[in-house]
């Protein structure tokens, strides 16, 4: 509880949960235990929260809304930063500027009431919108990067501005995968009636209803390049490999569902995955997942 005292006298308003379970925070539902959990109100009390965590050498991770991610088993002696209530959210003219917060739903929504188009590509996504900008989530037609014009950060203690040329976006990766949170981010959208918009979505929404139900973190592995990530699995005639709880989906090879395992039954399966694609094809998979803490 040491870790909770010193939050507690140094931000007395600051939401506290102590302990905080991964497993009850996250899409794949496995992983142990952090001392505490910190919910900000606002980017200005993030970037000063984030601030002192580095001050102090104290450890901690990021959790937008939990998926795409793989939390350990134990105990961890730690902070996580939540950003679920950074919810921010503001438009002039198509550009808008959403807190990290934001769900993928409620950006869509705000978006739409207003004309702004753009953001259809990201209906039916599990995220935030500090995950979606950080792993550049998207789907074929369009990814963050493509709507994402500067994003607010802290860096060296200091809230900062990093334009999008300086977020060094690549397929499904950023510069925010190395420590550095996302407050919010300025997007850019484009005039579009409400009715399209609505139209669109619904088609993003209906395309994604083929995945696989059940407790998944999303694609676990990047698409190589020229071909399905999913297609090598199922080529490998790995769909329906088991490791303890964890199995490769048989609706959709680039999905690892929990049923009853542990984060190290997962990380196990991925392991095999990934050798015995490299043993059959020669391709690496990596992973588009994050491990933490």
Not at 234 to 254: F, P, T, Y
Request: glycine share 12%; proline share 4%.
């Amino acid at each position: 509880m040491e870790i909770f005292a010193r939050l507690r006298g140094r931000f007395p308003l600051l939401a506290l949960e102590a302990p905080f379970a991964f497993s009850r925070h996250t899409t794949i539902g496995t992983g142990g235990t952090c001392a505490v959990a910190a919910s900000p109100a606002s980017e200005r009390s993030c970037a000063e929260l984030v601030r002192f965590l580095q001050e102090e050498g104290i450890p901690h991770v990021f959790l937008g809304v939990g998926a795409n991610v793989l939390p350990r088993e134990g105990w961890y002696e730690g902070v996580v930063v939540r950003f679920c209530r950074m919810r921010r959210l503001t438009a002039r003219g198509m550009r808008v500027y959403a807190g990290a917060g934001v769900t993928g739903g409620a950006l869509l929504s705000f978006c739409e009431q207003r004309g702004i188009g753009g953001f259809s590509a990201f209906s039916g996504i599990p995220m935030s919108v500090g995950g979606g900008v950080a792993m550049n989530a998207g789907v074929r037609e369009r990814h963050f990067s493509d709507v994402v014009r500067a994003v607010l950060t802290v860096q060296s203690g200091k809230m900062r501005i990093l334009r999008a040329e300086e977020c060094r976006f690549s397929e499904k990766s950023s510069v925010f995968f190395r420590g550095l949170p996302v407050l919010g981010a300025f997007l850019e959208g484009v005039a579009c009636s409400p009715r399209e918009i609505a139209r669109e979505s619904c088609y993003f929404r209906t395309r994604r209803r083929v995945l696989p139900k059940g407790r998944s973190m999303g694609c676990v592995f990047v698409n190589p390049k020229g071909v399905s990530a999913g297609a090598l699995i199922e080529q490998c005639g790995l769909k329906g490999m088991r490791c303890g709880g964890a199995v490769v989906s048989d609706v959709h090879a680039n999905f690892i569902l929990n049923e009853g395992g542990t984060s190290e039954d997962v990380s196990r399966l991925i392991r095999l995955i990934k050798e015995e694609v490299f043993r059959r094809t020669g391709i690496l998979l990596r992973e588009e997942i994050r491990r933490i803490p």
